[in-house]
């Protein structure tokens, strides 16, 4: 079991749907990231939150949005997705410096 | 094996031997690393860190060693077990920017 939990384990969408990806961790991290990561891949980074506010965003669409709730909760809202965005949706968390935890993420399919 | 196109570069070892991972890594300026083993289905896990004013560090039946005139670090895996078997990521970050993902290598164990 890993300390960063993430749900749900599978998602299937539409792409006119809108959906949200949870993420949850009670390490007392106070940076928490979300990347995606495509088959035979390494993952990329997509958004960084430190304290609670978004600090690095890649350039990602603004059909992903992210949502930082409390220091515990990560969220990355989704709508009007592309079946290229399909892909597997990993959050880590970590201090401000050193190794970050990775959740089991979550596995994204778009028709 | 050598990385060509989609492929990931894959390392196959007999049971019982020892396994070396090699890692080349980009920004001379990095002073930390750490190695993640990604198995099927789930997401990364930390296997062990280094910082750039070490070339050496140990963990259980792990070994990670820096060359930072060359930007190298490897991975040495002892008495290599099926468990083994997965998807190793060596990453690289300087102070708090992100971590920065290699490409990763597939450690095959064969019984």
């Known amino acids: 079991d890993t300390e960063v939990t993430q749900t749900p384990k599978h998602l299937v969408m539409g792409m006119t749907n809108k959906k949200s990806l949870k993420c949850e961790q009670h390490m007392g991290h106070r940076a928490m990231y979300w990347y995606k990561q495509k088959a035979k891949k390494p993952p990329e980074l997509m958004f960084v939150y430190s304290y609670e506010k978004l600090s690095i965003n890649e350039s990602v669409p603004s059909r992903f949005s992210p949502e930082c709730p409390n220091s515990s909760l990560l969220n990355l809202h989704l709508h009007a997705l592309q079946p290229e965005d399909s892909a597997l949706y990993l959050c880590a968390s970590s201090q401000e410096t050193g190794k970050q935890h990775f959740g089991d993420g979550t596995r994204l399919s778009i028709l | 094996g050598e990385s060509v196109g989609l492929h990931l570069p894959t390392l196959s070892v007999q049971e019982g031997d020892n396994s070396i991972i090699n890692c080349a890594y980009s920004n001379s300026a990095s002073d930390y690393f750490i190695w993640y083993k990604q198995e099927s289905g789930k997401g990364p896990q930390f296997i062990i860190d280094?910082?750039?004013?070490?070339d050496k560090r140990q963990g259980q039946r792990v070994t990670v060693l820096l060359n930072k005139t060359v930007k190298h670090l490897s991975l040495q895996i002892a008495a290599t077990q099926p468990g083994d078997s997965a998807v190793y990521f060596c990453a690289e970050k300087k102070g708090n920017t992100p971590l920065v993902f290699g490409k990763g290598t597939r450690l095959s164990v064969i019984a």
């Open positions: 280094i910082r750039s004013n070490m």
